[in-house]
C-alpha cells in the first residue's frame, strides 16, 4: 500500500513539470499582459516598457521560465502583478471559501443522490423512479450560473429567505480564526455566525450540487439495479434476511464501487464549477481569484492556481483509488 | 413493507430539516437589528466592485482602493465637496514664492495620527521624501501612478523615459510650517496634492511595518511590509479595522478624529463583481448601497424606491483623429466630420439620463472650460459643403472602434460606431469598420497610432486641474493623434507653470478655443455614473474626483 502511495505521488512531479511548462506558455500566449491590463486607458508605450522592465518580463522566455521554475521547487509560486503579494499567500486566503462551498455541494449531491438513487432503483418504474432521472437529466443541462442566477433571484431577492452573495453577513462582527466560517462560529462560540454562514452556503451549494447529485443519482439507481440483480441477493432474501441487513451488507455496499469513482471524478467538475458559483455568489474563493488573475494577465497568480488545483486533484484521486480496497476487500492495492 | 423507515430514508429527512432550520435561524440574524436608532451610529454595508490592492496610498490608483484610503487618511489639501477646487485640509493654509519654486503650508495643530504620533512638518517631510526615493518596483506605473503623472521622476529613475522629478527637497521650519521646494513652477501641483497618493501616513507605522520592504526575486517583487495590508495608519476621520480579503474591508469611527466625527460607527466595504449582483444584494437587503451602477438598473432601482445618486460628469467620450493618416490630415474634412456627426442622437440613444453633449475636452465642472469654444452642430449640409471644399475625392475613413469592453463614458461602443458611420455615410465618406478587442489590441492599437484615421476612445480625470485632461491629450505630440502643434502646446506648457489660478483659466479657456479650432478629435459626450442608496441614508456628496466622505453620512433613524 504504501509503495503504490509513493508512486502516485511520485508521479506529480512529471505532472507538474509538464503542466508548468505548458501553464507558462499558454499565459504568455493569451494577447495582452498585465501591464495593459493594469492600466488601461493610462496606458503609455513609456509606461508598458517601464512596468515590463521592473517585472523581468522584457526578458526572453526561457530566462523568465528558468527564474519561474526556479522559484517552484522552492514551493514560492511568485508574486500576483495586481497585489504584489506572494501568490501562495493569496491563494491560502481563499481556498477556504471553495473548499467549504465544494464539501457543501458535495455533501448535498451525496446525501440527497445516494438515497434518491437508491429508491429509485427499488422502486423501479415508479413516478419516483420516472422523476428522478427527469430531475436529473434538468439538473445535468441546467448551466450552473444559470441555476444559481435563479435561486438567488427567487430565494433571495424575490423572497428574501437567504441573502444573495458572500459568505457572511456584513453587519456580523466574526473573527476568523480558521477562514472556514461555519467552522470559526463554532470555534469563537458564536453560534449566529454559523448559522449564518450555512444560511450564506445554501443557494450556492444547491447551484454547484446540481451536476454532481444528477450524476451521482444515475449511477446509484444503475448501479443498485445491477446488484438487485445479482444471485447473492437473492441467495440472501430466500436465506431469511431482513431488508435492512440485506440493503446494507449485500446491496448498498457492493453499489458503491462505481459511485464512489464517481464522487472522486466529480471534485474536477466541482473545483470547475465553483468558478461559475462563486462569480454568481461573489464568493471570494479560488474561483473568483482565477477569473480576475485570467482577466488582469496575472500570469504568476493563474499559473499557481491551476498548479495548485492539479496537485490537488491527483490527491483526491489517488484517495478514491485507496477508497476502492476499504469498500471492496477483493480490490486491495498492493 | 412499504413503510419502513430506512437507515438513509431517516438521514434524509434529518439533512432537510437540518438545511431547513439553519435557513431560517441564518435569516433571523441578519442585518437590521444591529443599527441603532437615532441619526448616528450604525454599520453601513456599501458594495464596491472589487477589493482593493492595498491601503497604502502611494501604491494605489484604482477607485477601489482608494475609497478605504480616502477614509483613512487625508492629504494637505482635498476638493470641495461636489467639486475640484483644492481647499485646505491638513494644511490650513499656503503661499508660494514668486518664482513659484517654494511652497510654503502651514499646518493644522493638534492633529493626531490614529497611533497618537503627532501630525506635523517633520511628517509631511518623510513623506514626500519616502515617495521621491521610491525604488525598483515602487516606480512601476501600476504602482506609483499618480507620482509618475504630477511629480514625473525620481530622486534616481530606474527607466530612462522617466521625466526629471518636479520634486527637489521638504524641509520642516517648525512643527507647523512644511516648505515644499520644486525643480520647476507647476501650477498642476497644487490639484495634485488633493488625490490620495499624497496622503500623509504616520512616519512611525511606515517604519515599524515596513512600508517600503520590497523582497522576493528581481521579476517578482513583494511588498512584505505590513502597513498597507494591516497598519495603515493616517488622520481620517475612520480607522482600519480589519480585512477580510475579498469579503469584507472594516473602518470605525476615530473618535479622536481633529475635525467633526463621523456619523456611523462602522463602515464595511463589501467587494461584489457585477453591476447584476450588487443590485441585488441591495434589493435583497444585503447592503446599504453601492457604486457602478450599471446604466440599465437605474430606472429600476428608482421606482423601486431606491436613492440614486449622481456624481458629476468628470470624464469625456472623444472622437480621436490620427494626422498621420489621410483623409484627416485635411482640417477641412475634420471640420466635415464635425459637423456630420449628430452628438445629441448619440447621447440620447446610447447613454443614460444626465449624460451631457461635451463641446470640447474638458468638462463643464472643471474650471478652464470654455462656453465659447467653436462649436460644431449637427450640419450635414455644411458637412457636404466642406467634403466638397476639401479637394479629397471619394474620402474613405479607417474607423477603429473597441469591443468587448463597457466604459463610463461609453457603455456601448459598437452602439456609438453605428450612429457614427450613419453619419459620416449621409455626408458622403466610405467608412471602413475596424473592430478590434479592447484589451490589449485596441489600446495598443491607439496607443501607437495604428488605429486607422478615426478612433474612439475616452478619458476619466484624476484630480481637479485642466492638464490632467488637455495636459494629457495634446501636452506633448502623441502617435495617437499623429501630430504637432507647437503653438497649442506652448500655451499647455505654460498655463502648467504658473501658480495664479486666474491667469491659469484666461490660458486653458484659450486652449481649450484653440483646440476646439485645430480639431484633432471630437469631444462628444460627458457622463455622470451613479450611486444607488436604500431609502434613509443620508449624507453622502457624489465627487467628481471620487473624494467621497463617509464621515457625513447617516443611516435611517428607524428601520
Same mark, same amino acid.
Request: hydrophobic residues 45%.
Given at each position: ?17 509538464? $503542466?508548468? $511548462? ?16 493594469? $492600466? ?112 438567488k433571484y427567487?430565494?433571495a431577492v424575490r423572497?428574501g429567505?437567504?441573502?444573495s452573495q ?5 453587519? $456580523? ?162 | ?32 437589528? *444591529?443599527?441603532?436608532? %437615532? ?6 454595508v456599501f458594495g464596491t466592485s ?32 461636489? %467639486? ?24 493644522? &495643530? ?47 529613475? *530606474? ?12 524641509? =520642516? ?67 482600519? &479595522? ?30 461584489i463583481?457585477k453591476g447584476a449582483d450588487r443590485r441585488q444584494a441591495l434589493e435583497a437587503g444585503d447592503i446599504d448601497g453601492y457604486d457602478l451602477v450599471d446604466p440599465g438598473d437605474v430606472d429600476a432601482l428608482k421606482s423601486a424606491g431606491f436613492q440614486i445618486l449622481e456624481r ?12 498621420? &493618416? ?26 443614460p439620463a444626465g ?16 462656453? *465659447? ?38 457603455p456601448?461602443?459598437? =452602439? ?78 505654460? =498655463? ?31 457622463t455622470k455614473p451613479n450611486i444607488a442608496f436604500k431609502a434613509g441614508v443620508t449624507?453622502y456628496?457624489p465627487?467628481?474626483?471620487?473624494? *467621497? ?7 435611517p433613524?428607524?428601520?
Amino acid at each position: 500500500m504504501a509503495r503504490f502511495v509513493f508512486r502516485r505521488l511520485a508521479l506529480l512531479i512529471p505532472i507538474l513539470f509538464g $503542466l508548468s $511548462l505548458l501553464l507558462f506558455l499558454w499565459v504568455r500566449a493569451l494577447p495582452g499582459g498585465p501591464a495593459i491590463a493594469l $492600466l488601461g486607458e493610462r496606458a503609455t508605450p513609456e509606461a508598458i516598457e517601464r512596468f515590463n522592465r521592473l517585472y523581468g518580463l522584457d526578458r526572453s522566455l526561457w530566462e523568465q521560465y528558468a527564474s519561474y521554475m526556479g522559484r517552484v521547487v522552492r514551493l514560492d509560486l511568485g508574486a500576483s502583478t495586481r497585489t504584489n503579494r506572494p501568490v501562495l499567500t493569496e491563494f491560502w486566503e481563499r481556498f477556504p471559501a471553495t473548499i467549504e462551498l465544494a464539501l457543501a455541494a458535495l455533501l448535498i449531491a451525496v446525501a440527497v443522490g445516494i438515497p434518491l438513487g437508491y429508491f429509485a432503483a427499488r422502486r423501479f418504474g415508479t413516478w419516483l423512479d420516472n422523476s428522478s432521472v427527469v430531475a436529473s437529466l434538468i439538473g445535468v443541462t441546467i448551466p450552473v450560473f444559470f441555476l444559481g442566477f435563479l435561486l438567488k433571484y427567487v430565494f433571495a431577492v424575490r423572497l428574501g429567505w437567504l441573502p444573495s452573495q458572500g459568505r457572511q453577513d456584513a453587519r $456580523l462582527a466574526v473573527e476568523h480564526p480558521t477562514n472556514f466560517y461555519v467552522l470559526d462560529g463554532i470555534v469563537t462560540g458564536n453560534l449566529n455566525a454559523t448559522w449564518d454562514a450555512i444560511a450564506h452556503l445554501i443557494l450556492p451549494a444547491i447551484a454547484l450540487a446540481s451536476i454532481p447529485l444528477a450524476i451521482i443519482v444515475r449511477i446509484t439507481r444503475a448501479s443498485v439495479l445491477d446488484v438487485l440483480n445479482e444471485d447473492y441477493v437473492r441467495t440472501a432474501e430466500a436465506k431469511g434476511l431482513t431488508k435492512r441487513v440485506i440493503s446494507r451488507r449485500h446491496v448498498l455496499r457492493n453499489a458503491m464501487l462505481p459511485v464512489s469513482t464517481t464522487i472522486g471524478l466529480q471534485t474536477g467538475l466541482l473545483l470547475s464549477g465553483a468558478i461559475l458559483t462563486e462569480t454568481v455568489f461573489a464568493l471570494p474563493g479560488i474561483g473568483t481569484y482565477l477569473v480576475r488573475a485570467i482577466d488582469g494577465r496575472d500570469y504568476s497568480a493563474i499559473q499557481g492556481v491551476i498548479l495548485i488545483i492539479a496537485v490537488i486533484y491527483v490527491i483526491v484521486n489517488l484517495l478514491v483509488d485507496i477508497s476502492y480496497g476499504i469498500i471492496d476487500p477483493r480490490v486491495r492495492v498492493r | 413493507m412499504r413503510h419502513s423507515t430506512s437507515p438513509s430514508r431517516r438521514l434524509l429527512a434529518l439533512t432537510l430539516g437540518g438545511v431547513l432550520a439553519a435557513a431560517l435561524a441564518g435569516c433571523g440574524g441578519d442585518s437590521g437589528d *444591529e443599527e441603532s436608532a %437615532g441619526a448616528t451610529g450604525g454599520t453601513l454595508v456599501f458594495g464596491t466592485s472589487n477589493d482593493p490592492v492595498i491601503l497604502d496610498g502611494a501604491y494605489v490608483s484604482d477607485g477601489e482602493s482608494i475609497r478605504p484610503v480616502r477614509q483613512i487618511f487625508e492629504s494637505l489639501v482635498t476638493t470641495k465637496e461636489g %467639486g475640484t477646487e483644492p481647499l485646505p485640509l491638513l494644511a490650513k493654509s499656503w503661499e508660494t514664492s514668486a518664482d513659484g519654486l517654494t511652497w510654503t503650508f502651514t499646518l493644522q &495643530e493638534g492633529v493626531k495620527f490614529h497611533d497618537g504620533e503627532p501630525f506635523n512638518a517633520a511628517a509631511v517631510c518623510t513623506n514626500f521624501d519616502r515617495w521621491y526615493n521610491f525604488k525598483g518596483v515602487q516606480q512601476a506605473d501600476s504602482v506609483a501612478y499618480y507620482w509618475l503623472t504630477v511629480f514625473g521622476g525620481f530622486a534616481k529613475n *530606474e527607466s530612462p523615459d522617466t521625466a526629471p522629478s518636479l520634486y527637489k527637497s521638504c524641509a =520642516a521650519e517648525n512643527d507647523t510650517t512644511a516648505v515644499i521646494t520644486l525643480t520647476r513652477p507647476n501650477g498642476a501641483f497644487l490639484s495634485g496634492l488633493t488625490l490620495p497618493a499624497f496622503s500623509m501616513a504616520s512616519p512611525k507605522a511606515l517604519t515599524e511595518f515596513k512600508a517600503d520592504e520590497v523582497k522576493g526575486a528581481a521579476d517578482a517583487p513583494q511588498f512584505t511590509g505590513t502597513f498597507g495590508t494591516e497598519h495603515p495608519v493616517g488622520t481620517g476621520p475612520f480607522k482600519f &479595522e480589519s480585512w477580510q480579503r475579498g469579503d469584507r474591508l472594516t473602518i470605525a469611527r476615530n473618535d479622536d478624529y481633529w475635525g467633526e466625527k463621523a456619523k456611523l460607527d462602522k463602515v464595511v466595504f463589501r467587494p461584489i463583481g457585477k453591476g447584476a449582483d450588487r443590485r441585488q444584494a441591495l434589493e435583497a437587503g444585503d447592503i446599504d448601497g453601492y457604486d457602478l451602477v450599471d446604466p440599465g438598473d437605474v430606472d429600476a432601482l428608482k421606482s423601486a424606491g431606491f436613492q440614486i445618486l449622481e456624481r458629476p460628469a468628470f470624464n469625456v467620450g472623444y472622437i480621436g483623429f490620427d494626422q498621420a &493618416e489621410e483623409p484627416v490630415n485635411n482640417p477641412k474634412i475634420r471640420e466635415a466630420i464635425a459637423y456630420a456627426i449628430n452628438r445629441q442622437q448619440i447621447v440620447q440613444a446610447n447613454y443614460p439620463a444626465g449624460a451631457e453633449v461635451a463641446t470640447q475636452f474638458q468638462p463643464p465642472s472643471l474650471w478652464g472650460h470654455n462656453p *465659447e469654444v467653436p462649436k460644431y452642430d449637427y450640419d450635414p449640409e455644411k458637412a457636404k459643403t466642406l467634403v466638397a471644399e476639401s479637394g479629397v475625392k471619394n474620402p474613405t475613413l479607417q474607423f477603429f472602434y473597441p469591443t468587448d469592453v463597457s466604459r463610463p463614458y461609453m457603455p456601448n461602443p459598437t =452602439a456609438n460606431f453605428e450612429i457614427m458611420k450613419a453619419n459620416l455615410e449621409a455626408v458622403g465618406f466610405k467608412v471602413v469598420p475596424k473592430a478590434a478587442k479592447w484589451d490589449p489590441d485596441y489600446l495598443n492599437a491607439v496607443d501607437s497610432g495604428n488605429a486607422g484615421a478615426v478612433h474612439i476612445i475616452g478619458w476619466t480625470g484624476d484630480y481637479g486641474d485642466p492638464d490632467n485632461f488637455i495636459g494629457t491629450f495634446f501636452g506633448r505630440p502623441k502617435a495617437q493623434f499623429g501630430f504637432k502643434d507647437a503653438a497649442i502646446q506652448d500655451e499647455l506648457a505654460r =498655463a502648467l507653470s504658473l501658480s495664479d489660478q486666474a491667469e491659469r483659466d484666461t490660458i486653458y479657456k484659450k486652449a481649450n478655443a484653440d483646440i476646439m479650432t485645430a480639431l484633432p478629435g471630437i469631444p462628444y459626450v460627458h457622463t455622470k455614473p451613479n450611486i444607488a442608496f436604500k431609502a434613509g441614508v443620508t449624507g453622502y456628496v457624489p465627487s467628481p474626483v471620487n473624494n *467621497e466622505d463617509f464621515s457625513t453620512v447617516s443611516l435611517p433613524s428607524s428601520n
